[in-house]
């Protein structure tokens, strides 16, 4: 493997396309090696001890799980496993749509929780009926169901890394620089940098599973124990068939040993328009939020650690203007929305956090505030050189 000084913005530029050169010398500090990452979407890791494959094998069964009402399912909820949504393969994305709602009172954003916002679970058990958005409403989103592939490593990321990134972003591109999405590890009670989610409002891969065990499927969980209350009327609960707490952590963490050890996208093929595509990729800005390589910190899992991969994004919040979503989650602005992370987007068909783009042209046509300015000198991109973006992005 080569060898960088030192993992710098530029470094991790060249390690995407190219690899660093020769090392400077007298320091050692070698980069990162190469993921083993798999040929195909929906593979695990190729490189996985016996009794990971096994946590992964375990994993998966668990999130292709289909709950039923003895098990905890509802009372409200939007479905009944978490392939419903995340499949194609399993841990990607059907596209499935979920609508979050709230209103802005005074101008400040009220997530109308004693109504059941600002997530809505449209289907119910037995006798309970799907929420609706409620009349007093002022803002209504939907949201698409994100991939999975490769997040382990996302998860691996020290905040440290995301935080000083943020600070390079501040000093070298400040038109552009992403903030850091602050939020609460239920686990520790620390204060950790989110990065999971359209808001990244969630910090890591665990607490995303129990989050979306209760809200997703209606599944009780030790970091989430309570049941939400339909449409916000919690005397509805008296008619809950399952209240005590569903899952004891167990499926908890097989689905975070399933997302854990589930390996990133496999790029496509890399031809002469595709480099020259991932040049003008860097000139014209869009490297500044889409990152192209993040580096993870030291991890139990040796497939996981202190590895260099590209997921092609920061992970952090931008305002992106009239493309926000109107809901304030954590620290995330109505605005603010986090980088969306482009490995795998040539197998995507609808993009953007409410899949309003079915073309890579609109998804970009449609960046504005901070992204703004990117997209400005993409619509000035000759035919030729917008054509190699796109074969770039096809690469992706
Ligand atoms: C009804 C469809 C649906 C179900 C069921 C569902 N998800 Fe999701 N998932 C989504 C949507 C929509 C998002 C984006 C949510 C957002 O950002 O607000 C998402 C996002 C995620 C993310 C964040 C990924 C990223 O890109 O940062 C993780 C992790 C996740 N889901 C795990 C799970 C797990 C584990 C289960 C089962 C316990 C599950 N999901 C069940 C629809 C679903
Ligand atoms: C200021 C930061 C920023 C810049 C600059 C930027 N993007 Fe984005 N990009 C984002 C954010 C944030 C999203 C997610 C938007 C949303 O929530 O719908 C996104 C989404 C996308 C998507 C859709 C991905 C998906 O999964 O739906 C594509 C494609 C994309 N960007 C390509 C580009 C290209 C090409 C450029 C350069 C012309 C660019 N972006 C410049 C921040 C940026």
């Not at 014209?284 to 991890?299: D, E």
Request: glycine share 10%; proline share 7%.
């Amino acid at each position: 493997m080569p060898h960088c000084s030192r993992i710098t913005r530029s470094a991790l530029l060249s390690l995407w396309l190219t690899a660093c050169e020769s090392p400077t010398p007298g320091v050692t500090s070698p980069l990162p090696p190469t993921l083993s990452a798999s040929a195909t979407h929906g593979e695990p890791f190729t490189n996985l001890t016996a009794a990971e494959s096994d946590r992964f094998i375990a994993g998966k069964d668990e999130f292709e799980e289909v709950e039923a009402i003895d098990a905890g399912l509802g009372p409200i909820f939007n479905d009944a496993s978490c392939a419903t949504c995340h499949d194609e393969p399993v841990g990607g994305t059907t596209g499935r749509k979920e609508t979050r709602f709230g209103r802005v009172l005074n101008g400040a954003f009220d997530p109308m929780f004693e109504l059941g916002g600002s997530l809505i679970q449209d289907r119910g058990i037995e006798s309970f009926t799907g929420e609706v958005v409620p009349a007093g409403a002022t803002v209504s989103a939907q949201r698409i169901t994100t991939p999975l592939f490769g997040l382990g490593l996302v998860d691996a990321v020290p905040d440290e890394e995301l935080r000083q990134l943020a600070q390079l972003e501040a000093a070298t591109s400040p038109a552009t620089a992403g903030t850091p999405s602050m939020t609460r590890e239920i686990r520790t009670g620390r204060t950790r940098v989110g990065r999971f989610g359209w808001k990244a409002q969630v910090p890591t891969l665990h607490q995303f599973s129990g989050d979306a065990y209760l809200n997703e499927m209606g599944i009780t969980n030790p970091e989430f124990p309570d049941e939400n209350c339909p449409q916000g009327d919690c005397s509805l609960l008296a008619h809950n068939p399952r209240p005590d707490l569903n899952d004891d952590g167990t499926g908890v963490t097989r689905f975070t040993d399933f997302m854990t050890l589930l390996a990133p996208p496999p790029r496509g093929e890399i031809s002469l328009p595709v480099l020259t595509g991932g040049g003008i990729f860097a000139n014209i800005g869009c490297a500044n939020c889409h990152t192209p390589a993040l580096v993870t910190g030291k991890s139990p899992v040796a497939a996981l650690s202190r590895k260099a991969f590209q997921p092609f994004a920061d992970f952090l919040l931008h305002d992106m203007g009239s493309l926000g979503d109107g809901i304030v989650q954590g620290s995330a602005t109505a605005r603010q929305m986090r980088t969306a992370p482009l490995w795998g987007v040539r197998t995507r068909s609808l993009l953007l956090h409410d899949g309003r783009a079915t073309s890579l042209d609109a998804a970009i046509l449609a960046h504005d505030g901070q992204g703004k300015g990117a997209r400005d000198r993409f619509q000035r991109l000759s035919s030729r050189d917008r054509f190699a973006l796109l074969q770039f992005l096809k690469s992706l």
